[in-house]
Structure formats: C-alpha cells, structure tokens
Nanobody, 125 residues
C-alpha cells in the first residue's frame, strides 16, 4: 500500500526556518516525482516545489524561490522541504505528493497524485 507521511510542522516566528520530511512506503521513490503542496485557509491547494524522479528537474513556485529547497534521499525513501526566511503568508497545511506526472506539470495540478495527510505550518510572532 502506497503511503506518504509528513512530519516537522509546527509554529515558527517570521524569519525562522523549518524542515519538513515526507517518508514514503509501499513504493520506490526512484520511479515517482515528488512534490510539496500547501493549502492556506480559504485558499486552493497550490504546488510549492516539485522534483522529478531523477532529481534532475525541479519546479519552484515564485513565492518560495530563494527561500525553500526540496531534496530527496531515494535510499531512505524520504523527501525533505527546507523552508527558510519564513513569512506569515507561508502559513498553511503542507502536504507531500507522489506522482507519475512529470515535473513541472505535477506542481501545476492537484489531481492524479498520491497524498500524505498533511502537516500544519504556522508562521507567527
């Protein structure tokens, strides 16, 4: 059974950092693109960062360029989202997703992916 489990969310002050992890089981990361999406209250889910199965192609939403990075450790079947210089507008539920849809298209749609349950990130003083 394909499963994705996020961890690492929490409360952080503006300007702070957090690292989210997404542990996957039931499938091998080698064959899937992985992405991080977020959904703020009252807003639609949006793709934040996606990385191809090989790691050779990435997509960054404009709002996070220069602040967020994505990495994957296929040996550990884990994907990471490093978030720096966090802003209050980054507050959202962050979910990881796996997909056979290639990057960047994966990050531009929200259908056809396998999803984790999400983790809350709150940026507030």
């Amino acid at each position: 059974q394909l499963q994705l489990v996020e961890s690492g969310g929490g409360l952080v002050q503006p300007g702070g950092s957090l690292r989210l992890s997404c542990a996957v089981s039931g499938f091998t990361l080698d064959y899937y693109a992985i992405g991080w999406f977020r959904q703020a209250p009252g807003k639609e889910r949006e793709g934040v960062l996606c990385i191809s199965s090989s790691g050779g192609s990435t997509y960054y939403a404009d709002s996070v360029k220069g602040r967020f990075t994505i990495s994957r450790d296929n040996a550990k079947n884990t994907v990471y989202l490093q978030m720096n210089s966090l802003k209050p507008e980054d507050t959202a539920v962050y979910s990881c997703a796996a997909s056979t849809i290639p990057v960047p298209r994966m990050c531009l749609i929200t259908k056809g992916h396998y999803w984790g349950q999400g983790t809350q990130v709150t940026v507030s003083s």
